[in-house]
């Protein structure tokens, strides 16, 4: 099935689906037309949503006085310990409504959300479509994804790859069922997640020479990101660009 032909199956689900089930904000329990199945949110909640500027260090996404910034520009900080992928973009700051949202994903199991929020996060990052020639969804443990149901990185990755018309590889493999990183500092995190990723055989050979679009809901300190980065680049991949739906307000 081709990607247009599914996104558009996958639309007219979502239509259907609120013809039977009149959909309510993820957000404040407000019952509104089809147009709320938009991110799960209302309208009012939507315009709640704090977007992340595009004046922002490519490291670390923090937003930066100057603008407009040189391409690829990295804050001081980022300059000292540069980060393993080329970029980093996020959608959102991660902060309610946004809040509401990731979590309607991850623990009320609405997968048309993540639905709604790769395809809001693919038509913002529509330029990536020429940066990218796969797309990389950040795994979960087997544990976690057995007890969960779905991960949810690939339930954002998968409308993201099909929006910019390129391929899903779950080409890693989350080697540790690591502690949840929420409540840890900056070194448990770092620590946390030391040699966690690794890639699966038949995904080794589908990014070798590619550049990778890695994506994950949310992003606090990078570690995450930049552990599952080092394993595709220790195993063939040209270079990394991370994509999230949300940035924790917090500095990373």
């Not at 995190?189 to 990723?197: E, G, I, K, S, V």
């Not at 680049?233 to 994509?243: E, P, R």
Request: proline share 7%; with cysteine.
């Amino acid at each position: 099935m081709s990607h247009t032909w599914r996104s558009e199956l996958e639309e007219a689900g979502l239509r259907l689906l609120a013809l039977l089930l009149p959909p309510v904000c993820v957000a404040c329990d407000r019952i509104e037309g089809t147009e709320a199945l938009e991110l799960g949110l209302c309208s009012d909640c939507r315009r709640q949503l704090q977007p992340t500027p595009w004046s922002v260090c490519a490291g670390c996404s923090r937003q930066l006085e100057v603008d407009p910034l040189p391409d690829g520009y990295l804050c001081g900080s980022c300059r000292q310990a540069p980060p393993p992928f080329e970029r980093l973009y996020s959608g959102w700051s991660y902060e309610p409504p946004l809040v509401e949202v990731v979590h309607a994903l991850k623990f009320r199991r609405l997968a048309f959300v993540g639905a709604s929020l790769g395809r809001a996060l693919s038509h913002r990052f529509r330029c990536l479509s020429e940066e990218a020639d796969i797309v990389v969804p950040v795994p979960l443990h087997w544990r976690r994804h057995m007890s969960r149901g779905f991960n949810q990185a690939e339930e954002i990755a998968r409308p993201i790859a099909s929006e910019l018309e390129l391929p899903l590889v779950r080409a890693l493999r989350r080697k540790a069922a690591t502690r949840p990183q929420t409540g840890l500092d900056r070194a448990s995190r770092a620590a946390n997640l030391r040699r966690a990723f690794t890639t699966t055989r038949s995904g080794r050979s589908r990014i070798e020479g590619c550049r990778v679009l890695l994506v994950d809901d949310v992003v606090t300190t990078r570690n995450t990101l930049g552990a599952a980065t080092g394993s595709l680049l220790d195993s063939g991949a040209t270079s990394v660009i991370c994509l999230t739906g949300g940035r924790t307000p917090e500095p990373i």
